[in-house]
Nanobody, 116 residues
Framework: VQLQASGGGLVQPGGSLRLSCQVS????????FGWFRQAPGKEREGVSC????????YYADSVKGRFTISRDNAKNTLYLQMNSLKPEDTAVYYC??????????WGQGTQVTVSS
């Protein structure tokens, strides 16, 4: 099982980015995934999660109304659309597979920097 995150970069406040997480090695459709982030000097925190059925989503209060999580089961890809970005959104963003059979699996992280 591998998770490959991409799409990070430098963006001005108020801008947008879309993160992608390409998943390989198992049946993507059935399982839940999430996005987490870690800013310098801070603990890793949950940003958003989506169930395998694509019915249930969760957002941290800090990103509600600005971020949207989605998945394309045909492409085995998880997305995080980030709009109205703020400097406090600056962090390394990680995708995560919630493994019901054992240890959760993390992607390698992608840097998002929001700065003018």
């Amino acid at each position: 099982v591998q998770l490959q995150a991409s799409g990070g970069g430098l963006v001005q406040p108020g801008g947008s980015l879309r993160l992608s997480c390409q998943v390989s090695g198992f049946h993507f459709d059935y399982y839940a995934f999430g996005w987490f982030r870690q800013a310098p000097g801070k603990e890793r925190e949950g940003v958003s999660c989506i169930s395998g059925s694509d019915v249930t989503t969760y957002y941290a209060d800090s990103v509600k109304g600005r971020f949207t999580i989605s998945r394309d089961n045909a492409k085995n890809t998880l997305y995080l659309q980030m709009n109205s970005l703020k400097p406090e959104d600056t962090a390394v963003y990680y995708c995560k597979y919630f493994n019901p059979y054992g240890n959760d699996i993390w992607g390698q992280g992608t840097q998002v920097t929001v700065s003018s």
